[in-house]
């Protein structure tokens, strides 16, 4: 069964930083393409960054410059790397990967 499981959410001041980690079971991580997605209150989920087998990333528009999404095969994580935290930066932010979901954990980050 896989499992991925979201950490790192909190509260944070705008302009801040914070990590979440994704950890994940039951699959062959290093074969996968993972990604983070977030949504907000009242609006659809959205890409957030994705890293493929290689390394090779990709991301929102919104977060370029801002986020970094990495992974740790050793360890069958990947994590993304928040700084400069606006308030729009606000959401449930949810791990992807094998076609499965994780639980999500909360970002919100005050003006």
């Known amino acids: 069964q896989v499992q991925l499981v979201e950490s790192g959410g909190d509260f944070v001041q705008a302009g801040g930083s914070l990590r979440l980690s994704c950890s994940t079971s039951?699959?062959?991580?290093?074969?996968?393409?993972m990604g983070w997605y977030r949504q907000a209150p009242g609006k659809q989920r959205d890409l957030v960054a994705t890293?493929?087998?290689?390394?090779?990333?990709n991301y929102a528009d919104s977060v370029k410059g801002r986020f970094t999404i990495s992974r740790d095969n050793a360890k069958n994580t990947v994590y993304l790397q928040m700084n400069s935290l606006k308030p729009e930066d606000t959401a449930v932010y949810y791990c992807?990967?094998?076609?499965?979901w994780g639980q999500g954990t909360l970002v919100t980050v005050s003006s």
């Open positions: 890293i493929t087998r290689g390394g090779g990333t």
């Open positions: 039951g699959l062959i991580f290093i074969r996968n393409v």
């Open positions: 992807y990967g094998n076609r499965v």
